[in-house]
């Protein structure tokens, strides 16, 4: 039978109203007869009868037919309004369609987009199912459709979808599953693919562009739908040289070198009737210099990934640039860009033409040769054309007061250079040729980071970075607009030479340290753990996002603006977050907003839009922004300064510290807004690449917060944590470069064996070697991070897949098989299996206490969620659950309950007991219990009175005077990023937990 969805139910509602009214020292007893409602089928039980079969192996990247990959999947699915639909008449019984609609605004038009979609446990297979797209306007939309998760009974659980673009965008859509032997759609104009020896060519309806598979030119041409080419020889760029040049010792030479991006490898990652990804693999190498002093030859490096993005019908080509850092020393670059040439010597100067965009939709335009504002007036309809960048009418209709002749008197601008160099600041500049000065042509703070170059009958590109002024410094050079014989070059920098050499140096030298103890005292101080050599930058990465939009003309200033807006805000499709409720693909400890009952619920939810804003707003003020740093918040706050503690060891960059990512995008699940979709997105671009590491020794190890994203010491599996990356992974329908971080997580646990999380405070630390076969690991950051790669992998069926269960099972029993659980804190693993053991210090399993109170806060409370939800047998049989469960119990129970409970002293005086109530209100649900209910709407609303937001805490911020900041702030002087992320992680936890929680039934 379908399921059905009834009313919510209320776990222990008296509580939770008390805590949204809120947050009263005295906690309220409970009602008489009050007790819980439990969900009558547990979490992780199939809905109905699992399909016949292994679960399906391998990651599907190829769309097999018209419709999508044969075989998936029917679900529940519900939302507002008309979300939930009828099920298809169809031998799917359970299949309902589920309401995809765009993040914020609808867009001006579709460019083509790709996008993902959750199902439940039991409601699809792959073996009978595909997928419709239906419109509002009933018409029905080409899909192309991929699976990318599946459950445990080997039902999908995550599907990803194309649509091709369309001039306009609908309201909504609705993906519809069904038996696939219902299925004849057949997709007219559909996107083309052609591979030989050398090239690889895609054609998409609109436009076509062709890559060259070996060499420095990534792309060979680029041709619109006139059929004239529009772009030709697009290449990678990278500038360095060898020191920082010192004013004051003017005879250094500093040597600069030049270099281009040499393919090593293209590959069609994905080819379908709408959609194809092509990456370009390789590194950059030295170009010879064609003039001037001989410089010594650089060895390759800096490698880069490239991605492009074609969809059936569509102009626009979204492009994924990911380059790492594996400089030394003495290297030190200053200019990443992407350049491509344009034929465009058939078109008169004056009919050359190019568009700057501004950050809020505003349009520079200019041509070449500009024929307004001459003492000789061409006439108004000569005028008027090239304002419109349309070609010029014939000279027979000039006022002959201007012949074309004269025209020759009037320069043609060649050279336009646009730097946006700080978040505050961009100038605009043009010049006649190399050998003559810049002219000052705009300025203003916030450039858009769009610009058209083309000619006004053969067309052009729009070419633009989406985070242009806030990963500063940014800039595009136009070379050689007004010359006669030579192509138009054009260069978008991602890092601009002009704002001088990037210097990823340690920012000191150790201070004197000497040895650990050193270190030690040192950290006790500034908070920064440092070592020396292991402050360096080599192995991070940085992904930007680039389009390439190609036109037939010059696009008129509201088109270009449009494309603009596209290239700056990009279209995103969505399910509603009430239709990711119901499938519990995300978990079953969240709950959207709309599920909540109007009554009492304000207090609550209106912090945690205080906390969001709050740090929004911080972004934007304090400026943390940059090519490295944009998408990160600070850690702590200096109230004496007013100022965070940007310079200060461990207080300064967060890095994921205490999951502020998870907290983002939970807060976004419950919202279903965009501001916090886009900021959640930006903390997860940066903490996956910048904060942690792609090549070298310590490749899928995170640094810990610091000045530097890369300057701590401290490299550990924590910070580099898949579960952060998994929610944009599926949202974003399997984005392909979050899904290589995922995979590179897999190989985590082996650095161990590199480098021992735990060498300066062990106490065999001189003599500790490690084991290949048993290392030491804590239950709680190492294994969660650990565990989470492990199941993402599982749930993906990636290539490691059958090892990651593997592992993932025997760690599960060797937990569950420890005397004192998860409460061990550490224990002893072996990389090449998983199994775990007691640790060195109980090797008999007598039970020891070593509790800390960051174990849970970097995602095993949600990992241990997901395992009991998706393994309940498993977990049953092998005592995980209980050990979980007793964690969960007993963490923030008095010191008399939990020594009675284990036997054993060692717990001492634990910290964050805010953010650990969800761990009570967790235990409450799954054992039924409302004293512990009772107990976590205590301990969320009291804390500890040491690191949390209690009863005393004054929700506001507050100007700060102008004697004490350069700019207008803001400042809350008790925010601590920490505490935030464990609050707002607690608040919607708790309030899905106890009050939110949907119960269905069969």
């Known amino acids: ?70 075989g998936y999947y029917g679900v529940e699915a519900e939302g507002f309004g008309e979300d939930v639909l009828e099920p298809p008449a169809s031998s799917m019984e359970s299949a309902r369609a589920t309401k995809v609609q765009w993040l914020g605004q609808r867009p001006p038009l579709n460019p083509g987009v790709t996008f993902g979609v959750p199902w439940r446990q039991g409601a699809c297979h792959p073996s009978n199912t595909t997928f419709t797209c239906t419109a509002d306007s009933k018409d029905e939309i080409p899909l192309q459709s991929w699976p990318t998760a599946f459950w445990p009974d080997g039902s999908v659980k995550w599907t990803s979808h194309a649509i091709p673009a369309s001039a306009t965008a609908e309201e909504s859509y609705r993906i519809t599953p069904i038996d696939s032997s ?22 998409t309806g609109e436009i076509s562009i062709s890559f060259r598979k070996t060499g420095n030119e990534i792309i060979k041409e680029i041709v619109n739908a006139k059929g004239n080419s529009v ?25 600069h070198h030049n270099f281009s991006g040499q393919i090593s490898s293209v590959e069609v990652e994905q ?17 010879p210099r064609e003039s001037g002093p001989a410089t010594k030859t650089h060895q390759p490096w800096i490698p880069f990934i490239v991605r492009f993005y074609l969809y059936a019908g569509s102009s626009h080509i979204r492009i994924l640039h990911t380059i790492t850092y594996d400089g030394g020393v003495s290297d030190f670059v200053r200019g990443i860009g992407i350049r491509f040439k344009m034929p465009l010597q058939e078109e008169q100067a004056y009919d050359r033409h190019v568009r700057f965009a501004g ?56 050279d336009f250079s646009l730097h946006q160099l700080s978040p505050d600041g961009f100038t605009l500049e043009k010049r006649l040729r190399e050998d003559h000065p810049w002219i000052k042509t705009a300025s203003g703070t916030k450039s858009g980071g769009v610009i058209y170059v083309g000619g006004a009958n053969r067309g052009g590109l729009v070419i633009g970075s989406r985070h242009f002024w806030e990963r500063y410094p940014t800039g595009i050079d136009i070379r050689g607009l007004g010359a006669a014989q030579d192509d138009t070059e054009v260069t978008l920098w991602l890092y601009d030479p002009k704002a001088g050499p990037m210097d990823l140096r340690p920012y000191h030298d150790g201070l004197g340290q000497q040895g650990f103890d050193d270190q030690l005292d040192a950290l006790k101080i500034t908070y920064e753990d440092w070592e020396p050599g292991l402050g360096s930058a080599y192995g991070v990465a940085r992904t930007n996002e680039i389009v390439v939009s190609v036109t037939d003309s010059t696009p008129a200033g509201n088109d270009f603006s449009s494309i603009s807006r596209l290239i700056r805000d990009p279209p995103k499709l969505l399910p509603t977050q009430e239709a990711i409720h119901l499938s519990q693909a995300f978990g079953t400890y969240w709950s959207p907003m709309s599920k909540v ?7 609550v939810d209106e912090r945690l839009e205080f906390l969001f804003q709050f740090y929004q707003k911080q972004v934007q003020q304090r400026r943390w922004y940059g090519f490295w740093d944009h998408g990160d918040i600070m850690h702590s706050y200096d109230e004496d300064r007013h100022t965070w503690r940007y310079d200060v060891g461990g207080y300064a960059w967060d890095n994921s ?28 671009r940066h903490t996956g690449e910048v904060d942690v590491y792609h090549l070298g020794r310590y490749k899928g190890l995170g640094t810990r917060h610091g000045v530097q994203h890369w300057s701590d010491s401290c490299k550990q599996a924590r910070i580099s944590n898949a579960l952060y990356r998994r929610f944009f992974f599926y949202l974003s329908g399997g984005d392909e470069r979050v899904g290589e971080l995922l995979e590179e997580t897999l190989d985590t646990d082996q650095k161990f064996l590199v480098l021992d999380p735990y060498r300066k405070v062990r106490k065999d630390r001189e003599t500790y070697v490690p084991d290949s076969h048993a290392v030491e690991i804590s239950l709680g950051t190492d294994w969660a991070a650990l565990a989470a790669s492990w199941l993402i992998e599982y749930e993906r069926r990636g290539a490691q897949w059958t090892e990651a269960k593997t592992k993932l099972f025997r760690s599960i029993e060797g937990i569950g098989a420890l005397a004192n659980g998860f409460v061990t804190g550490n224990a002893t693993y072996n990389p090449s299996t998983g199994a775990i053991s007691p640790p060195a210090s109980d090797p008999e399993n007598n039970g020891i206490v070593k509790v800390s109170h960051l174990s849970a806060m970097f995602g095993l409370f949600e990992v241990a969620a997901d395992i009991l939800q998706q393994f309940p047998e498993k977990a049953n049989a092998t005592g995980f659950r209980t050990a979980w469960l007793d964690y969960c119990t007993f963490f923030n129970a008095t010191l008399e309950e939990q020594e009675t409970r284990y036997g054993a002293t060692g717990w001492g005086r634990l910290q964050l007991r805010q953010g650990h109530s969800r761990l009570t209100a967790y235990a409450a649900r799954e054992l039924n219990r409302p004293d512990l209910a009772e107990r976590a709407l205590e301990e ?49 936890q708790n309030l899905a937990l106890l009050v939110d929680r949907t119960s269905l039934e069969t």
């Open 657 to 684: 510290e205490l999951s502020p990512d998870l907290w983002l995008w939970l807060y976004f699940l419950r919202t279903g807004r965009a501001d916090v979709f886009n900021m959640a997105e930006a903390l997860t």
């Open 182 to 203: 219902d299925t004849n759609i057949q997709i007219t104009d559909a996107l083309k693919v052609a591979e030989g020896s050398s090239i690889i060519s895609v054609e």
């Open 1 to 70: 039978m379908p399921c059905r969805a009834r009313s919510p139910s209320l776990l222990f509602p008296p509580l939770w109203h008390e805590l949204v009214r809120v947050v009263a020292p005295e906690v309220p007893a409970l009602v008489d007869g009050v007790r819980a409602e439990i969900d009558p089928v547990p979490a992780g039980t199939k809905t109905e009868a699992s399909p016949s079969g292994p679960p399906p192996e391998g990651r599907v990247h190829v769309a097999e037919s018209a419709a999508g990959v044969e």
């Open 940 to 988: 969320f609303g009291n804390g500890d009175g040491f690191r949390d937001y209690g009863p005393s805490t004054v929700w506001k911020s507050t100007p700060v005077s102008k004697t004490h900041a350069l700019e207008p702030v803001d400042e809350a002087v008790w925010v601590s990023s920490n505490v935030t992320a464990l609050y707002g992680l607690a608040a919607i």
């Open 597 to 603: 009952s109007a009554k009492g619920l304000s207090t």
């Open 271 to 287: 080819i379908g009737p709408v959609r194809a990804v092509i990456a370009v693999r390789g590194v950059h190498v030295e170009v």
């Open 359 to 414: 950050a809020s939709g505003g349009v520079l335009a200019e041509a070449s040769q500009v024929i307004t504002g001459l003492w000789k007036d061409p006439g108004i309809d000569v005028r008027s054309a090239q304002v419109q960048g349309k070609p010029l009418p014939s000279s027979e209709t000039w006022n002959q007061e201007l012949p074309r002749a004269s025209l020759r008197w009037v320069p043609a601008w060649s």
């Open 231 to 255: 772009g030709i020889e697009g290449r990678l760029v990278l500038l360095s040289q060898d020191r920082i040049y010192d004013p004051d010792k003017p005879d250094s030479l500093v040597q």
